[in-house]
């Protein structure tokens, strides 16, 4: 369970760092099973799909050893706080995400953000075409991330809002022609951690994974969890943020007097 403080955070940063969500135990059960599929089964060799856009392990998105890292951990009942009393879908499958690093003598370029579900063409979506499917992110760091550039969960603080106040004014529509770009209202952070530390990050911040320049596999397991309020396709959500979060809405009104 969340703390109202860290509702508060949510509401105001869009992303929230809770660290030793996952018990060591479990992340090392998923690094070995991860490692033994990159091993003997996940090189792409027979199946050129297999590993693109950052996904691999395909075999393992429902398995228990990587489920069990949301669904048996802390993560749940955090996501439970946000997303309040009528909750969310049960969690079947997570992203693989692995990061591998950059070529020795390269520098690594500043990440570029983006927003999940917008169709390019490349991705299983026809271009010009957008929806959106769950409500919030929950990325759990399977590996040591104690710096910068290297391969790190990026996030733009306070971002969420302002699409949000982007969408009121022009529309949601706009997204057919691609991600809009503005300033927005803070520098990306690069988030640093440890094994079993995780993120929840709110469906329409901007985020994304930096180059890596040091010499690891970062390994991360990433779950989409969606709340039951989400209507497909989704539309609504752009400019209400947060219809499908009552605990952050309970945590905003002001605290009962003695």
């Known amino acids: 369970m969340l703390t109202r403080q860290q509702k508060l955070q949510f509401h105001e940063q869009g992303w929230l760092k809770i660290p030793g969500a996952v018990p060591k135990i479990m992340v090392e059960k998923a ?3 991860i490692n033994h599929s990159v091993g003997n ?3 792409g060799e027979d199946r050129p799909d297999r590993n693109r856009d950052g996904q691999f392990c395909d075999e393992l998105r429902n398995a228990e050893s990587i489920t069990d890292l949301f669904n ?7 996501a439970g706080s946000l997303l309040g009393k009528q909750g969310y879908h049960e969690i079947r499958g997570g992203q ?5 690093p950059m070529p020795p003598m390269v520098d690594p370029r500043e990440p570029n953000g983006h927003l999940d579900g917008l169709g390019n063409g490349r991705n299983g979506q026809p271009k010009g ?3 959106r499917g769950f409500s919030m992110f929950a990325v759990v760091y399977l590996s040591h991330v104690s710096e910068e550039f290297s391969g790190n969960f990026t996030v733009w603080p306070k971002s969420h809002a302002a699409y949000e106040a982007h969408f009121k004014k022009h ?3 706009v997204l057919s022609n691609g991600l809009p770009r503005f ?3 803070e520098k990306r952070v690069m988030v640093t951690g440890e094994p079993g530390d995780a993120v929840l990050a709110h469906y329409q911040m901007m985020h994304g994974a930096c180059p890596n320049a040091s010499s690891n596999i970062r390994y991360a397991a990433i ?3 969606r709340s039951k309020r989400l209507e497909p396709p989704g539309f609504a959500g752009y400019t209400d943020i947060w219809h499908e979060f009552p605990g952050v809405q309970k945590a905003l009104e002001p605290p009962k007097k003695a």
């Open 31 to 33: 690094r070995r099973a």
């Open 41 to 43: 089964i996940g090189r």
């Open 72 to 78: 048996k951990t802390p993560l749940s009942g955090a």
């Open 96 to 100: 693989i995400a692995l990061r591998f």
């Open 129 to 131: 075409s957008y929806r």
């Open 171 to 173: 529309g949601h529509e």
């Open 183 to 185: 300033e927005l209202p």
């Open 223 to 225: 779950f989409r969890v």
